[in-house]
């Protein structure tokens, strides 16, 4: 089935760092979105990306498009203690007709030193 | 700002047993969604509904689970009879008709006991 590899797993870094992780897959999607799931809630949408190349910010976070529309990286600048959760890109396959059906990637859980 | 609610946030039910999970989408919202997240794994996709259908469903979506929309406001699954595997995170998600963005509800754990 269709899948998005997503790396790092897990990170552990020293507050202040950046961080970058990306997903990757053999299908081309239409639309690819980050989310950050806190412990016990829900994803939170963090940042969508429509267009091939397409180069997001919101705030400290910097997401792009692949070119080829297989991939997508996310980057935090500058990471604080709140930046604790595990985040997820997810995408929606080109083709997919109307049902907006998002494949996730396993998430990678960033947490922060003080 | 508008949200997706789910309830309950916790239901905890004996193996067999019939459970019903509920969702009010947001309110201007036309496509609905059914994601379950085992403990410790990826969010995967159950089942999308609109037009007062399903529009696709997944492999987990077997005859076990139902889907409905019994009034203007909530969006329901359905798990006939239980397994111990169904414990899962169960999140209900909805876009607007103009979108490709799906927001999420905090979930509903199910414990299957």
């Known amino acids: 089935g269709q899948q998005l590899n997503q790396s790092p797993q897990s990170m552990f870094i020293q507050e202040g760092e950046d961080v970058s992780m990306n997903c990757t897959s053999s299908?081309?999607?239409?639309?690819w979105l980050w989310y950050k799931q806190d412990p016990g809630e829900g994803p939170v949408l963090l940042i969508a990306?429509?267009?091939?190349?397409e180069l997001t910010s919101n705030g400290r976070l910097t997401a792009q498009f692949g070119i080829t529309r297989k991939d997508s990286f996310l980057n935090i600048s500058a990471s604080i203690p709140s930046d604790v959760g595990i985040y997820f890109c997810?995408?929606?396959?080109?083709?997919?007709?109307?049902?907006?059906?998002?494949?996730f990637g396993q998430g990678t859980t960033l947490q922060v030193k003080p | 700002e508008p949200e997706v609610t789910q309830t309950p946030s916790h239901q905890v039910t004996q193996m067999g047993q019939e459970v019903i999970l509920r969702c009010v989408p947001i309110?201007?919202?036309?496509?609905f969604y059914w994601y379950r997240q085992i403990l410790g794994q990826k969010v995967e996709f159950l089942v999308s509904?609109?037009?007062?259908?399903?529009?696709?469903k997944s492999e987990i979506f077997d005859d076990q689970f139902s889907v409905e929309r019994p009034d203007g406001s909530n969006f329901t699954l359905k798990i006939r009879s239980t397994k111990l595997e169904d414990s899962a995170m169960y999140f209900c998600?909805?876009?607007?008709?103009?979108?490709?963005?799906?927001?999420f509800g905090a979930g509903t754990r199910l414990s299957v006991l």
């Open positions: 998600a909805s876009r607007d008709r103009g979108g490709n963005i799906q927001y």
């Open positions: 299908s081309i999607f239409n639309t």
């Open positions: 990306l429509y267009k091939a190349g």
């Open positions: 997810a995408g929606q396959l080109q083709g997919s007709g109307n049902t907006g059906k998002l494949i």
């Open positions: 309110s201007n919202h036309l496509y």
């Open positions: 509904f609109y037009n007062n259908e399903i529009s696709e």
